[in-house]
C-alpha cells in the first residue's frame, strides 16, 4: 500500500507564544513522530539562540542541540544540551588534527552554557559550526538511499539540482564538523547537505523554516525514489511467503530454540516481525548478496550488528534445526574474524559475537537482545536498512559502509564509554515470565514485582476486561514492550498451548512460570456438589497441570534452566472444615509441585510453592461468594473477615498481595538458585501450617 506523502504539522497558532528553546523541542517532537524522517533515537537538532548570560548579565550566542542519547520524538526541554558557542569557536584552537579528534569530546563540558548537566553529544560540532541558526540532522530512509549508492554524488546533483551539497563518507566527530561548516559556507545558497552512506543535514533561519526544508528534502527524495527505482525490487521473488497464521507458528517453534543457543552468556529477548517490506526482502532472489553486503548508516549497523544471520530454511524445519548449530558457529567465527582483521592497539575487547537480525525466508525476521526493546528497535532498523537497499539497488548500486570503517564506528571508544556508563542490569533482566490469574490482585502484585526486577510478563486470566485493565495498568510501570496479555482458559489444552505460543511469539520463549490462577469455594461435605469439585480440580490442579507441561517443554528446549512458582494456599497444608473440595485441590497443586521438582531438577528447572492465607484486600476471591461462606463458617460478619483472621494470626499482621509477590519473586529469581521442591508460608504465622 502506498505511503501518504510527508505533509508539514507545524501550527503556527500553537507556534506562535513559543520561546526559541520551546520551538526547538516543537519541531523536534514533530520530526521525531514519523518514523519515514528519522529513526528511534536518531537523528539530532540544534538552534543557535541569544540568551543572558548568568555571570555577566550580557547577551550571548547559546548553542541549544539534542544531548547524548534521547529520542526526538520523546525529548522534553531538559534532553538539550546547551553551550556557548564562542567556547566552541575557541575549541577550533585546540583541534591537533583528524588523528586526535576523539579528545575534543573531553572539552566539550568546559563550554557547557548554565551548569546544564545534560551531555552533549559527539555530534556537537557538526551542529555548531554550520553558521545556521536552525540545524536537523536526520535518517530518513530515502535519503539514505541515496546517499549509499555507488553514484551517491551525482545523484544528489541530479535529484536536487544544487540545492543540497555532498561530502563523501566521515565518522562523525569534530573534523566532520569542519568540513560541513567549509562546504556550508563555500556554497552559502545551499539548503542542506548529504553525507555519503549516512544522512542528512538541513537548516533555515527560522524553526519552522528549517523544519520545513527538511520535509520538502525528504518528500522530494522519496516522488522521485519512486518515479524510478527499477522492476521487480530485490531482483524479483524467489519463494511466496508462507500464509500468516503458518508465518507465527514457524516463528513460535523457532524463537525458543534460538534463544536457548544464543542465551548462555546474557539472557536474550526477541522480536517477530513480518511486515510486508521484510517479507518481500526475505523472499526475494538478492537476499543472501545484499544482506551480505551489510548495512550502510552508521545508526543501522550500531543496533543490528554489520550483517544479519540468513537462515536456510526451505520448509523443512527439522532440517533447519540440524544445521542450526553449524550456521550459528560459523557466524560467530566469521565476527570473531572481522574483529581480528580491524582492531587497533587500543580496541575494546571482542563483544557477544552472536547474530541480532535473522532472516527467514517465506517467514519473516526476527530480532534478539538483552531487552525486549532493544529487539524490537532493532528489528525496526534493519526494516530501515531494507528500505534504504531497495531504494539504492533500485536506482543504482547498493554501497554498504566499508568494513573497517564499521568496525571504528561499533568499537569506538567513544562508543565503548557510553556502553560502560549504563546501568547495570536488573536481577531479572532477559528474563520471561508467564504469570496466571494475572488480573487477580496476587496476580498483578507479582507482575508488578516481576516487571520491577527487569523481566518481561505475559499475564493470561479468564476475565477480558479485568486482564484489559490490568496490562493498561502495568503496561504504564514497565512500559509497553515488556508486558503483553492473552485472554485464556487455563483449562483447555489448546488455550494453553496458545499462551505459551504467545510467550514465545512476543519474547522468544519462557524462564519464570508463575501458577496463580485460582477460585475458592465453601461448603460442607454432604452439601458439597460434583460441579463445585470438579471446577476446583479444573482450575487448580488440571489448569496447573497443563501450564507447567507447557513451559517445562519449551524450558527443555532452551536449555536454559528455568523456575516455576505455585501459589498454592495454606489449605493444602491444613485441613478446612466446610472447604473440601478447595482444600483438596490446593493439596494436588503442592504435590504436583514437588513431582515436577524431581523432573525438571536435572535441567535446571527448580519448582516451588508460595502458600498464602487471608489476602483479602485486592482479591476477587475474597470479593465474592468465598467471603460471605468463610464469614458464616467462622461465625462472624462478613465486614469483620479481614481483622478475624489478622487476629488469628500469630503475628497478628495482614498478608497483602505485595508480600506474596515478594515470595515469589524471591523464588523465581536467582536468589533461590539452590532451592527446588520448598514451600514458602506467608500467612502471618499458622503453627497448624508448618511444614514438617
Given at each position: 500500500m502506498k505511503e501518504s506523502p510527508i505533509t508539514s504539522l507545524w501550527d503556527d497558532g500553537a507556534a506562535a507564544s513559543m520561546s526559541e528553546p520551546e520551538l526547538l523541542l516543537y519541531r523536534s517532537n514533530l520530526l521525531g513522530s514519523d518514523l519515514r524522517i528519522t529513526n528511534f533515537g536518531g537523528g539530532n537538532t540544534s538552534a543557535k539562540v541569544m540568551m543572558e548570560d548568568p555571570l555577566s548579565g550580557e547577551q550571548v550566542e547559546v548553542l541549544w542541540v539534542k544531548g547524548s542519547g534521547g529520542d526526538l520524538g520523546s525529548i522534553k526541554i531538559d534532553g538539550f544540551s546547551t553551550l556557548y558557542m564562542d567556547k566552541l569557536q575557541a575549541l577550533k584552537g585546540r583541534y591537533r588534527g583528524l588523528e586526535h579528534e576523539d579528545e575534543m569530546v573531553a572539552y566539550l563540558p568546559h563550554c557547557t552554557f548554565?551548569?546544564?548537566?545534560?551531555?552533549?553529544?559527539?555530534?556537537?560540532?557538526?551542529?555548531?559550526?554550520?553558521?545556521?541558526?536552525?540545524?536537523?540532522?536526520?535518517?530518513?530512509?530515502?535519503?539514505?538511499?541515496?546517499a549509499a549508492c555507488a553514484s551517491s554524488q551525482a545523484l544528489t546533483a541530479t535529484i536536487f539540482g544544487g540545492e543540497l551539497g555532498w561530502l563523501p563518507w566521515q565518522r562523525p566527530g569534530y573534523d566532520l564538523g569542519l568540513k560541513l561548516e567549509a562546504l556550508s559556507q563555500s556554497q552559502?545558497?545551499?539548503?542542506?547537505?548529504?553525507?555519503?552512506?549516512?544522512?542528512?543535514?538541513?537548516?533555515?533561519?527560522?524553526?519552522?523554516?528549517?523544519?520545513?526544508?527538511?520535509?520538502?528534502?525528504?518528500?522530494?527524495?522519496?516522488?522521485?525514489?519512486?518515479?524510478?527505482?527499477?522492476?521487480?525490487?530485490f531482483g524479483g521473488q524467489a519463494r511466496a511467503p508462507l500464509p500468516a497464521d503458518e508465518r507465527a507458528a514457524m516463528a513460535a517453534k523457532l524463537m525458543p530454540l534460538l534463544r536457548g543457543k544464543i542465551s548462555r552468556d546474557e539472557y536474550k529477548l526477541g522480536y517477530f516481525n513480518d511486515s510486508d517490506a521484510v517479507l518481500e526482502f526475505v523472499c526475494s532472489r538478492d537476499l543472501q548478496p545484499l544482506a551480505a553486503l551489510g548495512t550502510s548508516c552508521p545508526d543501522h549497523f550500531l543496533r543490528t550488528k554489520i550483517r544479519p544471520f540468513v537462515i536456510d530454511y526451505d520448509q523443512d524445519f527439522d532440517k533447519l534445526v540440524a544445521g542450526l548449530d553449524e550456521a550459528l558457529a560459523q557466524y560467530r567465527a566469521d565476527y570473531v574474524a572481522y574483529y581480528e582483521r580491524c582492531k587497533h592497539d587500543n580496541s575494546p575487547a571482542v563483544r557477544d559475537a552472536?547474530?541480532?537480525?535473522?532472516?527467514?525466508?517465506?517467514?519473516?525476521?526476527?530480532?534478539?537482545?538483552?531487552?525486549?526493546?532493544?529487539?524490537?528497535?532493532?528489528?525496526?532498523?534493519?526494516?530501515?536498512?531494507?528500505?534504504?537497499?531497495?531504494?539504492?539497488?533500485?536506482?543504482?548500486?547498493?554501497?554498504?559502509?566499508?568494513?573497517?570503517?564499521?568496525?571504528?564506528?561499533e568499537y569506538w571508544l567513544l562508543e565503548e564509554a557510553k556502553l560502560q556508563r549504563m546501568p547495570k542490569p536488573k536481577s531479572l533482566a532477559g528474563r520471561i515470565a508467564l504469570v496466571t490469574g494475572g488480573a487477580g490482585g496476587i496476580g498483578q502484585a507479582v507482575a508488578k514485582q516481576l516487571l520491577q526486577e527487569g523481566a518481561c510478563v505475559l499475564l493470561t486470566?479468564?476475565?477480558?476486561?479485568?486482564?484489559?485493565?490490568?496490562?493498561?495498568?502495568?503496561?504504564?510501570?514497565?512500559?509497553?514492550?515488556?508486558?503483553?496479555?492473552?485472554?485464556?482458559?487455563?483449562?483447555?489444552?489448546?488455550?494453553?498451548?496458545?499462551?505459551?505460543?504467545?510467550?514465545?511469539?512476543?519474547?522468544?520463549?519462557?524462564?519464570?512460570?508463575?501458577?496463580?490462577?485460582?477460585?475458592?469455594?465453601?461448603?460442607?461435605?454432604?452439601?458439597?456438589?460434583?460441579?463445585?469439585?470438579?471446577?476446583?480440580?479444573?482450575?487448580?490442579?488440571?489448569?496447573?497441570?497443563?501450564?507447567?507441561?507447557?513451559?517445562?517443554?519449551?524450558?527443555?528446549?532452551?536449555?536454559?534452566?528455568?523456575?516455576m512458582v505455585f501459589v498454592a494456599s495454606k489449605n493444602g497444608l491444613v485441613a478446612s472444615a466446610g472447604a473440601s473440595a478447595y482444600c483438596t485441590a490446593k493439596a494436588a497443586e503442592i504435590h504436583l509441585a514437588r513431582c515436577i521438582a524431581l523432573e525438571g531438577a536435572p535441567h535446571g528447572i527448580r519448582v516451588n510453592v508460595v502458600n498464602p492465607d487471608a489476602v483479602i484486600r485486592g482479591s476477587r476471591?475474597?470479593?465474592?461468594?468465598?467471603?460471605?461462606e468463610r464469614a458464616q463458617s467462622n461465625k462472624i460478619e462478613a465486614d469483620d473477615v479481614e481483622e478475624f483472621?489478622?487476629?488469628?494470626?500469630?503475628?497478628?499482621?495482614?498478608?497483602?498481595?505485595?508480600?506474596?509477590?515478594?515470595?515469589?519473586?524471591?523464588?523465581?529469581?536467582?536468589?533461590?538458585?539452590?532451592?527446588?521442591?520448598?514451600?514458602?508460608?506467608?500467612?502471618?504465622g499458622n503453627a497448624g501450617a508448618f511444614t514438617r
Open positions: 548554565n551548569l546544564n548537566p545534560r551531555a552533549a553529544s559527539i555530534d556537537t560540532p557538526l551542529h555548531a559550526y554550520i553558521a545556521r541558526k536552525h540545524v536537523d540532522h536526520m535518517h530518513p530512509d530515502s535519503v539514505i538511499a541515496i552559502p545558497d545551499l539548503k542542506g547537505i548529504i553525507l555519503e552512506g549516512h544522512g542528512l543535514f538541513t537548516w533555515g533561519d527560522t524553526a519552522k523554516s528549517c523544519y520545513e526544508t527538511t520535509l520538502a528534502v525528504i518528500q522530494r527524495a522519496e516522488e522521485w525514489l519512486a518515479a524510478n527505482i527499477q522492476q521487480p525490487v552472536n547474530p541480532i537480525i535473522y532472516l527467514i525466508p517465506g517467514v519473516g525476521m526476527l530480532s534478539f537482545a538483552k531487552d525486549k526493546a532493544t529487539a524490537r528497535i532493532a528489528g525496526e532498523f534493519y526494516v530501515n536498512a531494507i528500505n534504504v537497499m531497495r531504494g539504492a539497488n533500485g536506482v543504482d548500486k547498493y554501497v554498504g559502509l566499508p568494513e573497517q570503517e564499521a568496525f571504528d564506528i486470566d479468564i476475565d477480558s476486561e479485568a486482564l484489559a485493565e490490568a496490562h493498561k495498568n502495568l503496561a504504564k510501570v514497565a512500559g509497553k514492550d515488556n508486558v503483553t496479555s492473552v485472554v485464556a482458559n487455563i483449562t483447555g489444552e489448546d488455550a494453553v498451548d496458545d499462551i505459551l505460543k504467545a510467550s514465545s511469539l512476543n519474547f522468544g520463549g519462557i524462564d519464570l512460570l508463575i501458577s496463580n490462577a485460582g477460585i475458592a469455594s465453601s461448603a460442607p461435605l454432604e452439601d458439597t456438589t460434583l460441579e463445585v469439585w470438579n471446577r476446583n480440580q479444573e482450575i487448580l490442579v488440571k489448569g496447573y497441570f497443563l501450564a507447567s507441561r507447557a513451559a517445562f517443554r519449551i524450558m527443555k528446549q532452551q536449555k536454559l534452566g528455568g523456575s476471591i475474597w470479593d465474592g461468594k468465598w467471603k460471605q483472621y489478622r487476629q488469628r494470626s500469630m503475628l497478628k499482621l495482614s498478608v497483602l498481595p505485595e508480600d506474596i509477590a515478594e515470595a515469589v519473586y524471591f523464588l523465581a529469581s536467582d536468589k533461590a538458585a539452590k532451592s527446588t521442591g520448598n514451600i514458602l508460608n506467608v500467612d502471618a
